[in-house]
């Protein structure tokens, strides 16, 4: 009877394995071209265009954020630091697709609901984003259009943008900078091929979908 028992718990655990690996993600190919980017993974023109919709942050200014936060990684982490041979940990709890940290998510989960999110699923991490640029508009009177210092805020939190602590940290700037230039762009991309990606699902019909 143990034997079968212990038969019937690995098979369960195999068969759990199988369904996280058969649920990652494939990181884009070709990163720095927004439709190439959905055009390997089309779910996410629609995760990004229902954040949109839902806090009016434009899905090109989102998909930017993605990118510069974890190069499309799912499962991306802070690096784990060293001292000598001594474990230090990781610098923050920040985690998932939008690099987003533990408190931040929980005051997300606790506006928003959702039991089952995670920042592992494209879906809820650009509804993630979306929701706390739409705070920073709200809160900092931050253009949904601005992406540069809708990160910056993003990045400092509402009260470290509002003290200014962004503005000696060169690097950061930096950053920040390059997540404008990558909206930018994706923004440029994306009225070139948007339409292959609207309304391509049977039950999408005009004037119901755009």
């Not at 939008?98 to 699923?121: C, E, H, M, N």
Request: glycine share 8%.
């Amino acid at each position: 009877m143990n034997a079968i028992r212990h038969l019937f718990k690995s098979a369960f655990i195999i068969f759990l394995l199988g369904g996280m690996v058969g649920c990652a993600t494939t990181p884009p190919k070709q990163q720095h071209n927004l439709c190439a980017v959905f055009e390997q993974h089309p779910d996410w023109y629609d995760y990004a265009r229902a954040s949109e919709d839902k806090w009016g942050v434009p899905a090109h200014i989102l998909m930017a954020f993605v990118r510069h936060e974890s190069s499309y990684r799912h499962n991306a982490k802070p690096p784990f630091e060293w001292f000598l041979f001594i474990p230090l940990g990781r610098a923050s709890s920040a985690k998932g697709y939008a690099q987003i940290q533990d408190p931040a998510w929980q005051d997300y989960k606790q506006v928003t609901g959702g039991l089952f999110k995670s920042r592992s699923d494209m879906k809820d991490a650009l509804d993630f984003v979306g929701w706390y640029n739409h705070k920073s508009n709200k809160q900092l009177g931050i253009s949904k259009w601005d992406p540069k210092n809708l990160y910056l805020a993003y990045h400092e939190g509402h009260g470290g943008y509002r003290r200014g602590t962004h503005r000696n940290k060169k690097w950061l700037l930096s950053v920040a900078g390059r997540v404008d230039h990558t909206a930018r762009e994706y923004g440029a991309q994306l009225r070139r091929c948007e339409d292959q990606f609207r309304c391509r699902h049977w039950y999408q019909v005009w004037p119901l979908c755009r």
